[in-house]
């Protein structure tokens, strides 16, 4: 069985440039969660997708989007980056809806210059 | 206002010392509570996790929690902390009519001295 896996682990961009960011759930996972985390702070939930579909979005502009693949992966992608976005972006997946069991990958971590 | 708290931004302790790492909740119901361990540059491990039932959870590496309904309180321990132990502490909850996400608290950073 394997984890929750994101890539690419590091990447730098420049304000303005837009950024895809990856993510494979773990097998049996339909459900994929993006969680920003800023340095020194919490991780802070910016959508959920659940059979492709997205299901829940917290305070962040439409600039973050996303998809989820019938495979159940997924990606985010962020537009017009600013320098308030570097920071390290997390993925969770889960079986269903509920977020009482999600598993982490290692995070992207993404420097905005 | 609705949150999670985490009163202790950073603790240290010696190798062999007991540990206790303090998370308060502002919610109207109790929410479902979790403790995860992120080590640095890595991604979110859970600890444990409390849903209902008995108040003393167990978890991995030796940690426990107390669910204190009365002060609203989730707080992790640990008798004896090793220096692999040393990593950011983050408290969440899920809420029980919202269950579509995690929300976390600021984060514990615990070092270890030997």
């Known amino acids: 069985e394997t984890g929750v896996t994101q890539s690419p682990t590091h990447l730098i961009k420049t304000r303005g440039q837009q950024v895809t960011l990856r993510c494979s759930s773990q097998?049996?996972?339909?459900?994929v969660s993006w969680y920003q985390q800023a340095l020194g702070q919490g991780p802070q939930f910016i959508f959920q997708?659940?059979?492709?579909?997205?299901?829940g979005r917290g305070n962040f502009p439409p600039r973050f989007s996303g998809l989820q693949f019938p495979n159940y992966s997924s990606e985010l992608n962020v537009n017009a980056l600013e320098l308030d976005d570097s920071a390290l972006y997390l993925c969770?997946?889960?079986?269903?809806?509920?977020?009482?069991?999600?598993?982490f990958g290692q995070g992207t971590r993404l420097t905005v210059v | 206002a609705q949150s999670v708290t985490q009163p202790d931004i950073h603790i240290t302790v010696s190798e062999g010392a007991s540990l206790e790492l303090r998370c308060n909740y502002s919610?109207?119901?109790?929410?479902?509570l979790f403790w995860y361990v992120q080590s640095p540059g890595q991604g979110l491990q859970l600890l444990l996790k409390?849903?209902?039932?008995?108040?003393l959870v167990q978890g991995i590496k030796g940690f426990e929690a107390e669910f204190k309904r009365s002060q609203s309180s989730f707080n992790l321990r640990k008798p004896s902390v090793h220096w692999s132990d040393a990593a950011e502490y983050f408290c969440?909850?899920?809420?029980?009519?919202?269950?579509?996400?995690?929300?976390f608290g600021t984060g514990t950073r615990l070092q270890v001295f030997p």
């Open positions: 097998s049996g996972h339909n459900t």
């Open positions: 969770a997946s889960s079986e269903g809806l509920s977020n009482t069991e999600a598993f």
């Open positions: 409390y849903f209902s039932g008995d108040t």
């Open positions: 919610y109207g119901a109790t929410p479902y």
């Open positions: 997708y659940y059979r492709e579909e997205e299901n």
């Open positions: 969440a909850v899920v809420l029980v009519y919202n269950t579509d996400k995690l929300i």
